[in-house]
């Protein structure tokens, strides 16, 4: 069985800085993407980044020079460095991952439990 677990949220005010981490543990043969997603109150999850294994990344235009993905595949780990946090950062952030069970066939998501990012203003 897989879990994520998330760690690194809390209140921040703004300008301030979190780091957010996500371990995969289980029978994990191998992982394509990590990334991470957030919701805020009344709205959709939205991809905030992601990052392949070979390093590759992609995020969200609104965060892009504020916030950094990174992992660490020998950990199974991925990392959110938020930097320059703003009011609207507010959010239920979810770590995500595909990967490769041991027992199976087929890649498939993988969610955390999420972890809650306050920025006050």
């Known amino acids: 069985q897989v879990q994520l677990v998330e760690s690194g949220g809390g209140l921040v005010q703004a300008g301030g800085s979190l780091r957010l981490s996500c371990a995969a543990s289980g029978s994990i043969f191998s992982i394509n993407v990590m990334g991470w997603y957030r919701q805020a109150p009344g709205k959709q999850r939205e991809m905030v980044a992601h990052?392949?294994?070979?390093?590759?990344?992609n995020y969200l235009d609104s965060v892009k020079g504020r916030f950094t993905i990174s992992r660490d595949n020998a950990k199974n780990t991925v990392y959110l460095q938020m930097n320059s946090l703003k009011p609207e950062d507010t959010a239920v952030y979810y770590c995500y991952a595909l990967l490769l069970e041991r027992s199976k066939s087929y890649f498939k998501d993988y969610w955390g439990q999420g972890t809650q990012v306050t920025v006050s203003s």
């Open positions: 990052i392949q294994s070979g390093g590759s990344t």
